[in-house]
Nanobody, 122 residues
Framework: VQLVESGGGLVQAGGSLRLSCAVS????????MGWFRQVPGKEREFVAT????????LYADSVKGRATISRDNAKNTVYLQMNSLKPEDTAVYYC????????????????WGQGTQVTVSS
């Protein structure tokens, strides 16, 4: 199983980024797909999840209204569009796959990507 994130980088505050996560080695449509982020010295933080069926999405309060998670089951890819970026959004962003009935904590996710760095300058 492989999850490969891309799309991170350096952006000014107020800017936008679109993160992608290409997934292989599992039946993509059977998994909830989530995005988490982590800064050094802190726990990995939930950002958003897209449930495996029904199009249900959930966002952390810190990104609600600024982030949109989407998935393309034909391409086995999940996306995270981040707008109005703030310096506090700076982190390594990880995508993850969960077959658990729950999907808001890192422990619910079995498969993880290697992460992509997002840096927002003020």
């Amino acid at each position: 199983v492989q999850l490969v994130e891309s799309g991170g980088g350096l952006v000014q505050a107020g800017g936008s980024l679109r993160l992608s996560c290409a997934v292989s080695g599992l039946t993509f449509q059977n998994y909830h797909m989530g995005w988490f982020r982590q800064v050094p010295g802190k726990e990995r933080e939930f950002v958003a999840t897209h449930r495996r069926a029904g199009g249900y999405t959930l966002y952390a309060d810190s990104v609600k209204g600024r982030a949109t998670i989407s998935r393309d089951n034909a391409k086995n890819t999940v996306y995270l569009q981040m707008n109005s970026l703030k310096p506090e959004d700076t982190a390594v962003y990880y995508c993850a796959a969960s077959s658990n009935i729950y999907y808001t904590l890192p422990i619910h996710y079995k498969w993880w990507g290697q992460g992509t760095q997002v840096t927002v300058s003020s």
